[in-house]
């Protein structure tokens, strides 16, 4: 038979260029590659050969190991070679495809992830699937070479059994897409029931959801801060306070250097899954900063700020915009080496005084060991620094011992090989750091985050928009690739929402509220729910199934697009008053809700949009200048109010403040004037009294 492709080069030759810095890594193996496109499925026809799909992404451990052993075994490139046709896609620049092979896979096996294992036949249909794969039998697994054997003998010998395991496989999905929830669309009801789902999904002695493996959730952190805003529901209240301390004390947050791991392998917090993902600590930086504004927790700002500078010196592109990943690995065969620590290592940087503390508030030698080699610690925060600073006869206050052994360790690791970072610039990633960014520079008074939220801002409006198409899902130096996709305009709207009302620029609303605009003209399917690709707008090969329409509904644990789409018509309505924007959330809300009814903590972003629509929005502009109106705005600023929009003075349109006081503040003076919808009162000078009239923390929703 002859081999996959006439193209001439060594195995992995076509992965070599690519942009993807996951695809070029894997034309180091012994495999003749393609990446998605018509070509292999033009190849498959041709040849009559079935395809291997493996969909994966940089900062992926699991994906490494497979492509470090399974793919570089000779046996398994030889079967490849002579009886498939080999594709390899990033997931991270192909959320599309990504995400309905997982369906696939998922409706065969019940389970997903990555790396993502497909056999296909020529027109894209999965008939055989799974996650990672060993080379041989071995960790409970088949090995992919009896795989790959016996995918071959049934392509050949049983052609009727891979087609009706591919028609099964279709039938279940198309079941999936028609399922609808039989209950009434009450969005009271759907939050009511989210709120239970939380309630008894908690976690009392370790806070988050559920069990281990525990993700972050930190839409549901939003959702349990708005429930406690809007109905003085303390309960809520403290469980999402436990759940930001316990994520900021695990090992889950990287306590040398800052940011958030992926994830936690144990109930604790204690151990995590390294890698560091863009999308999850821009979600993360907005729940914290919520938590400074509900809980003025110092270590809330700790957080933020923390994350905010491991943001700008791993992720950060000198030309404006943030990469996408740091991997969890920084050489074959490692786990976590980069970002744990012996405790000679610590003891050879630090000295007697500063180990003692640093072995104490860290929990050195306890519930951070790592499994696959104790002797390894990851750093939590085991005792608050005063109570293990008892017994020490320390020269200065610890929290200085503390901080200046905390900077010793970022120097000590910052000479370890670090695990390397996909600097690809995406859309939907970018979007979220805009907003995040604009959000902690408003409320923590801080120029520099505002200034990188809007250099990044402008980098994507003048390089990868365009109104007709909206924004491309990556921005490469030869420029913009990717239009159509649901989540990159979504984000990149609540993005531009945020900064728009922290600099109170029409420059960023007009394009959000445009991005919006196309969403709803383009992206409209069934139910009046948002389809995750545009068929209009999208650009990518028509291959694969990828024409399906598909519905990105549940967070996963990342806000689904659909539910970022309502939560972005909330916010446009704040800023513009134009009820349109809300009838429209509304309008995709009962819809979601009929879908996600039963989903609980998946469907905590939606809930969050359907609560907050029960509220009236309410605006603060202040007068005057100086300090008094300093003072104004931070309270105003920090409140954990919801639905709330601070301008320093009147904003210009489109941007719309209703009728209030008109007189002028005081010579010298300032004041906040303060609206609950169209309704305003009279004119605040009194910090304590803004705050008292926008609700304080508890639980007054307006006047």
Same mark, same amino acid.
């Given at each position: 038979m002859p081999p996959p492709s006439e193209a001439p080069g060594p195995p992995g030759h076509r992965l070599a260029g690519a942009a993807s810095v996951y695809l070029r890594a894997a034309a180091e193996q012994g495999i003749d590659w393609f990446p998605w496109g018509t070509e292999p499925f033009e190849v498959a026809r041709r040849t009559g050969r079935p395809i291997l799909l493996d969909i994966g992404a940089s900062w992926c451990h699991w994906c490494h190991v497979m492509d470090e052993t399974t793919y570089t075994d000779a046996e398994v490139g030889r079967l490849l070679r002579q009886h498939f046709v080999a594709v390899k896609v990033d997931r991270d620049e192909h959320p599309e495809i990504d995400r309905r092979y997982q369906r696939q896979v998922g409706a065969l096996t019940g389970e997903g992830g990555w790396p993502l294992t497909g056999f296909l036949n020529a027109d894209g249909e999965l008939f055989l699937g799974g996650t990672y794969f060993p080379a041989d039998d071995g960790?409970?697994?088949?090995?992919?070479?009896?795989?790959?054997?016996?995918?071959?003998?049934?392509?050949?010998?049983?052609?009727?059994?891979?087609?009706q395991n591919a028609e099964a496989i279709q039938a279940s999905l198309r079941r999936m897409r028609e399922r609808r929830s039989s209950a009434s669309p009450d969005l009271e009801r759907f939050v009511d029931g989210v709120r239970s789902d939380l309630e008894s999904n908690y976690d009392p002695v370790n806070g988050g959801f559920g069990t281990a493996p525990k993700f972050p959730h930190p839409t549901a952190v939003s959702f349990l801060l708005w429930d406690a805003f809007a109905s003085g529901r303390d309960s809520s209240a403290d469980r999402a306070r436990e759940t930001l301390l316990r994520m900021a004390d695990g090992g889950l947050y990287d306590q040398v250097g800052g940011g958030f791991h992926r994830y936690s392998v144990d109930e604790g917090w204690h151990v995590p899954h390294f890698e560091k993902m863009g999308v999850d600590n821009a979600e993360l930086l907005g729940a914290y900063v919520q938590g400074v504004q509900?809980?003025?927790e110092p270590r809330f700002e700790e957080v933020v700020r923390g994350t905010l500078g491991w943001v700008r010196e791993v992720l950060a592109n000198p030309e404006g915009g943030w990469g996408a990943s740091q991997d969890a690995d920084n050489a074959p065969g490692d786990d976590g080496g980069y970002f744990t620590w012996t405790k000679s290592e610590l003891k050879?940087?630090?000295n007697a005084d500063e180990y003692r503390l640093v072995a104490r508030v860290f929990g050195v030698g306890t519930d951070g060991r790592m499994p696959h080699g104790p002797e390894r610690n990851v750093l939590f925060r085991l005792l608050p620094v005063k109570d293990a600073a008892e017994g020490l006869s320390l020269p200065v206050d610890p929290e200085k011992v503390l901080a200046k052994s905390l900077a010793t360790l970022r120097t000590a690791r910052a000479s370890r090989p670090a695990p390397a970072v996909d600097p690809a610039l995406y859309a939907s990633i970018n979007g979220r750091f805009v907003g995040a960014f604009a959000r902690a520079g408003a409320v923590l008074d801080d120029p520099q985050s505002l200034a990188e939220s809007r250099r990044a801002a402008d980098r994507w409006l003048g390089a990868a928009y365009d109104p007709a198409r909206g924004v491309a899902h990556r921005l490469e130096r030869a420029g913009p690739t990717g239009y159509g996709l649901l989540e990159d305009q979504v984000e990149l709207a609540r993005g531009l929402l945020e900064l728009a009302e922290a600099l109170a620029q029409p420059r960023y609303l007009e394009p959000a509220v445009r991005l919006l605009e196309l969403i709803d003209k383009e992206y409209r399917g069934e139910d009046g729910l948002?389809?995750?690709?545009?068929?209009?707008?999208?650009?990518?090969?028509?291959?694969?199934?990828v024409d399906e329409p598909s519905y990105p509904l549940e967070d996963s644990p990342h806000l689904s697009a659909n539910a970022a789409a309502a939560l972005a018509f909330v916010r446009a309505s704040e800023l513009t008053h134009d009820e349109r924007w809300s009838e429209k959330a509304r309008a995709l809300l009962v819809p979601i809700s009929?879908?996600?009814?039963?989903? *609980?903590?998946? &469907? /905590?972003g939606s809930a969050l949009a359907s609560g907050l629509l029960s509220m009236e929005p309410a605006s603060v502009v202040i007068e005057g200048r100086g300090p008094e109106?300093?003072?104004l705005a931070r309270t105003a600023r920090r409140?954990?109010?919801?639905?709330?929009?601070?301008?320093?003075?009147?904003?210009?349109?489109?941007?719309?403040?209703?009728? *209030?006081?008109? &007189? /002028?503040?005081p010579e010298g003076g300032a004041r906040a004037l303060v609206c609950f919808g169209r309704s305003c009162g009279p004119p605040v000078s009194d910090p304590a009294a803004l705050a008292k009239l926008l609700g304080g923390g508890r639980g007054s929703p307006g006047p």
């Amino acid at each position: 038979m002859p081999p996959p492709s006439e193209a001439p080069g060594p195995p992995g030759h076509r992965l070599a260029g690519a942009a993807s810095v996951y695809l070029r890594a894997a034309a180091e193996q012994g495999i003749d590659w393609f990446p998605w496109g018509t070509e292999p499925f033009e190849v498959a026809r041709r040849t009559g050969r079935p395809i291997l799909l493996d969909i994966g992404a940089s900062w992926c451990h699991w994906c490494h190991v497979m492509d470090e052993t399974t793919y570089t075994d000779a046996e398994v490139g030889r079967l490849l070679r002579q009886h498939f046709v080999a594709v390899k896609v990033d997931r991270d620049e192909h959320p599309e495809i990504d995400r309905r092979y997982q369906r696939q896979v998922g409706a065969l096996t019940g389970e997903g992830g990555w790396p993502l294992t497909g056999f296909l036949n020529a027109d894209g249909e999965l008939f055989l699937g799974g996650t990672y794969f060993p080379a041989d039998d071995g960790h409970g697994r088949p090995g992919l070479r009896r795989v790959l054997r016996e995918v071959a003998r049934l392509w050949k010998d049983e052609p009727d059994r891979i087609r009706q395991n591919a028609e099964a496989i279709q039938a279940s999905l198309r079941r999936m897409r028609e399922r609808r929830s039989s209950a009434s669309p009450d969005l009271e009801r759907f939050v009511d029931g989210v709120r239970s789902d939380l309630e008894s999904n908690y976690d009392p002695v370790n806070g988050g959801f559920g069990t281990a493996p525990k993700f972050p959730h930190p839409t549901a952190v939003s959702f349990l801060l708005w429930d406690a805003f809007a109905s003085g529901r303390d309960s809520s209240a403290d469980r999402a306070r436990e759940t930001l301390l316990r994520m900021a004390d695990g090992g889950l947050y990287d306590q040398v250097g800052g940011g958030f791991h992926r994830y936690s392998v144990d109930e604790g917090w204690h151990v995590p899954h390294f890698e560091k993902m863009g999308v999850d600590n821009a979600e993360l930086l907005g729940a914290y900063v919520q938590g400074v504004q509900r809980f003025a927790e110092p270590r809330f700002e700790e957080v933020v700020r923390g994350t905010l500078g491991w943001v700008r010196e791993v992720l950060a592109n000198p030309e404006g915009g943030w990469g996408a990943s740091q991997d969890a690995d920084n050489a074959p065969g490692d786990d976590g080496g980069y970002f744990t620590w012996t405790k000679s290592e610590l003891k050879s940087v630090l000295n007697a005084d500063e180990y003692r503390l640093v072995a104490r508030v860290f929990g050195v030698g306890t519930d951070g060991r790592m499994p696959h080699g104790p002797e390894r610690n990851v750093l939590f925060r085991l005792l608050p620094v005063k109570d293990a600073a008892e017994g020490l006869s320390l020269p200065v206050d610890p929290e200085k011992v503390l901080a200046k052994s905390l900077a010793t360790l970022r120097t000590a690791r910052a000479s370890r090989p670090a695990p390397a970072v996909d600097p690809a610039l995406y859309a939907s990633i970018n979007g979220r750091f805009v907003g995040a960014f604009a959000r902690a520079g408003a409320v923590l008074d801080d120029p520099q985050s505002l200034a990188e939220s809007r250099r990044a801002a402008d980098r994507w409006l003048g390089a990868a928009y365009d109104p007709a198409r909206g924004v491309a899902h990556r921005l490469e130096r030869a420029g913009p690739t990717g239009y159509g996709l649901l989540e990159d305009q979504v984000e990149l709207a609540r993005g531009l929402l945020e900064l728009a009302e922290a600099l109170a620029q029409p420059r960023y609303l007009e394009p959000a509220v445009r991005l919006l605009e196309l969403i709803d003209k383009e992206y409209r399917g069934e139910d009046g729910l948002f389809r995750d690709t545009a068929p209009r707008l999208y650009d990518g090969p028509s291959v694969g199934g990828v024409d399906e329409p598909s519905y990105p509904l549940e967070d996963s644990p990342h806000l689904s697009a659909n539910a970022a789409a309502a939560l972005a018509f909330v916010r446009a309505s704040e800023l513009t008053h134009d009820e349109r924007w809300s009838e429209k959330a509304r309008a995709l809300l009962v819809p979601i809700s009929a879908r996600v009814g039963g989903a *609980g903590l998946f &469907a /905590a972003g939606s809930a969050l949009a359907s609560g907050l629509l029960s509220m009236e929005p309410a605006s603060v502009v202040i007068e005057g200048r100086g300090p008094e109106a300093a003072a104004l705005a931070r309270t105003a600023r920090r409140s954990p109010r919801f639905r709330l929009s601070v301008f320093a003075g009147r904003p210009p349109p489109p941007f719309t403040f209703p009728d *209030g006081a008109s &007189a /002028a503040p005081p010579e010298g003076g300032a004041r906040a004037l303060v609206c609950f919808g169209r309704s305003c009162g009279p004119p605040v000078s009194d910090p304590a009294a803004l705050a008292k009239l926008l609700g304080g923390g508890r639980g007054s929703p307006g006047p």
